[in-house]
């Protein structure tokens, strides 16, 4: 009689647990950043100057590419940005609401190699440090 209670009773118990939901919490915090076509470490113009950028909504406020002899330049493309040799010049590239903004952040020493590194702003962490030779 005991043990037909206890299994009346873990019967009754099971649709309970059974209702319990489990719950993800889906948060994608990678961001793309990368050369379209052949991959090289040399750029030309319209030879591998052409790069894919795309922070998502949860990052994009915390995230800023930082250029030495450089500039991103936004194409007809969603995510689409030409790399732009500008030897001497200091450009950065966030996006703080809906649309990319470049600023201009000084000079540097005009070189033909081209300096690419995305920041966290907050921690100041390098999440992506990449260096490109112009031809």
């Not at 889906?26 to 076509?37: A, I, K, M």
């Not at 030309?44 to 909504?57: E, S, T, W």
């Not at 920041?119 to 030779?133: G, S």
Request: aromatic letters at 10%; glycine letters at 4%; one cysteine or more.
């Amino acid at each position: 009689m005991a043990k037909l209670i206890s299994i009346l009773f873990l019967l009754a118990s099971f649709p309970v647990l059974a209702q319990q939901k489990i719950k993800i919490r889906h948060e994608d915090n990678r961001f793309l950043f990368f050369q379209t076509g052949a991959k090289s470490d040399t750029i030309a113009r319209n030879k591998g100057d052409l790069f894919v950028v795309h922070f998502p909504d949860s990052i994009q406020h915390r995230l800023v590419i930082h250029l030495q002899n450089a500039q991103l330049v936004k194409t007809t493309g969603d995510s689409l940005f030409r790399l732009a040799y500008i030897p001497g010049m200091k450009y950065s590239l966030s996006k703080p609401d809906t649309a990319y903004i470049p600023l201009l952040e000084g000079i540097c020493e005009p070189s033909k190699t081209i300096s690419i590194e995305v920041k966290d702003i907050p921690t100041r962490k390098v999440l992506l440090h990449n260096t490109f030779f112009v031809k």
